[in-house]
């Protein structure tokens, strides 16, 4: 028996490389990079050969489907930043759509430091700031934060569009107005940053915007379009009511920036408006956004309810 050639350091060969990549692409939407491939064993010669065997497909250069192209969205996003090199995030809509803000529309966005060349197949943002706290990774896949996605689906969405979107994010319980703010701080040349602070402007975010505030505001809104005048700071059923128009049983809460979306709130809330209403109060609340894009509806609302509370009772 001759002796055993050692043509593979460490008993590792192109067959057990090819069976940690295939590991790893398995775990990652079929998708390889280069330098992956590198650490995983496959030498340039091996890849090459891989190539030509139909192992491995050229999607970017030094990215690789591997096995076959039936590749899924996530496949092709992950393969986007990978082709991007070390810091590219999924950005803009791609990121919006990953982080379940909105639906995903073509092409892919990846944001990347400026010195990045650009790639066929996707679109490439360039970025000088890019901080860690702009990073974060949804679905395996370097994502921009939900706020560094915020700030980016300012420059290329309506702003019905973008406020559709911070409203999906408070829905979802990730909208951090201090983090968009901050973000928006660092980026100051951002086109979209007016559009974007219009739609930040009804979750508060000043000294301004007080629970007191409100409350002026909505008498003054009160006094505008000559509703009646409600009392104000009234106690009924052991709870005081902000406003209270006592003839039509109609009292107002203003919930301030708060939004009352914590458990306990939410619960203590619906406790005292049900005690309210064994005392024939009906409570409306309303928020700044109330008195200040939505005044037409809430004028128009309280004027509905007025009305049918002046109406008799059976």
């Known amino acids: 028996m001759g002796r055993k050639t050692c043509a593979y350091a460490d008993k590792d060969g192109p067959h057990s490389a090819w069976a940690r990549v295939a590991a790893v692409a398995g775990r990652r939407f079929g998708v390889v990079s280069a330098v992956e491939l590198r650490d995983l064993g496959a030498s340039g010669d091996v890849v090459t050969r891989w190539l030509g065997q139909g192992r491995l497909y050229r999607l970017h250069r030094g990215v690789y489907a591997v096995g076959h192209l039936a590749l899924t969205l996530r496949s092709r996003e992950l393969a986007a930043v990978l082709a991007c090199g070390p810091g590219a995030l999924r950005s803009h809509r791609s990121a919006g759509a990953a982080h379940d803000l909105r639906r995903h529309t073509s092409p892919i966005e990846v944001t990347a430091p400026r010195s990045r060349e650009g790639h ?88 301004q915007r007080t629970r007191s505030e409100g ?96 109406l008799p009772r059976c």
């Open 120 to 207: 066929s197949g996707f679109v490439l943002h360039r970025s000088r700031c890019l901080e860690p706290e702009d990073a974060t990774s949804v679905d395996g896949i370097a994502t921009t934060s939900v706020a560094r996605t915020l700030v980016d689906l300012a420059d290329v969405l309506t702003e019905k569009r973008l406020a559709d979107a911070v409203h999906e994010a408070e829905v979802r319980r990730v909208f951090d107005l201090t983090a968009v703010e901050s973000t928006l701080g660092r980026l100051p040349g951002r086109r979209g940053r007016h559009r974007l602070r219009r739609v930040l402007a009804q979750y508060g975010g000043g000294p």
């Open 215 to 310: 409350e002026r505001r909505f008498l003054e809104l009160v006094a505008v379009h000559r509703l009646p005048t409600p009392l104000s700071s009234v106690q009924r059923a052991g709870y005081e009511l902000d406003f209270l128009w006592p003839d039509a049983g109609l009292g107002v809460e203003f919930d301030g920036e708060a939004f009352h979306h914590t458990v306990r709130a939410y619960h203590s809330d619906r406790r005292r408006d049900r005690k309210l209403a064994v005392v024939d109060i009906q409570v409306i609340r309303i928020t700044w956004h109330d008195l200040t894009a939505g005044q037409e509806t809430l004028v128009r609302d309280l004027r509905d309810l007025l009305h049918d509370s002046a």
